[in-house]
């Protein structure tokens, strides 16, 4: 992406207030449900994502206590300094981004992120187009790589 769409998102970040911003970040702590795999608050995530904020990334961190840390950011930098993550426990569970314009992938940032984070983080999951990408690291230290597609079915195909 060109510096100058970058420069475009990032003026965009601006016209969210305060005010919207906790209030889209309340919908998002509203449909956790404890299962930070359920897709219903997933679908939350990306709703924020790409209706409710100017097509930003969202990242949403799911600490070892079930708390979630949540952030907005452009499509290359989500950072937390603006969000408190006072108290937040590792191991984490889960570290959850969108990529609101366009497919599930790790980039190469993502990578960077996983692979630095890879001692305290659990699973990594992103949000694309009608799709979600997972890695997931087990017990043992195994990993592995998943990516679920979305499809909607028409009644002729039932």
């Not at 359920?38 to 709703?47: A, K, N």
């Not at 993550?85 to 980039?107: D, N, Q, R």
Request: charged fraction near 25%.
């Amino acid at each position: 992406m060109d510096k100058i769409v970058m420069d475009a998102y990032a003026s965009d970040m601006s016209n969210v207030s305060d005010e919207e911003w906790t209030g889209m970040k309340l919908k998002i702590f509203q449909s956790y449900e404890g299962n930070f795999d359920q897709q219903s608050f997933l679908d939350t995530i990306w709703d924020v994502s790409v209706n409710d904020l100017p097509g930003l990334e969202v990242s949403v961190v799911v600490d070892r206590n079930d708390r979630l840390f949540i952030s907005k950011g452009t499509g290359s930098f989500v950072d937390y300094k603006k969000e408190s993550v006072e108290g937040m426990s590792i191991p984490l569970k889960c570290w959850i981004h969108t990529h609101p314009f366009g497919a599930a992938y790790f980039s190469g940032t993502d990578w960077y992120t996983i692979n630095t984070q890879r001692p305290i983080l659990n699973q990594a999951t992103v949000l694309g187009n009608q799709q979600n990408m997972k890695w997931v690291k087990k017990a043992d230290n195994t990993e592995y790589l998943s990516r679920t597609e979305f499809r909607t079915m028409e009644d002729e195909e039932e």
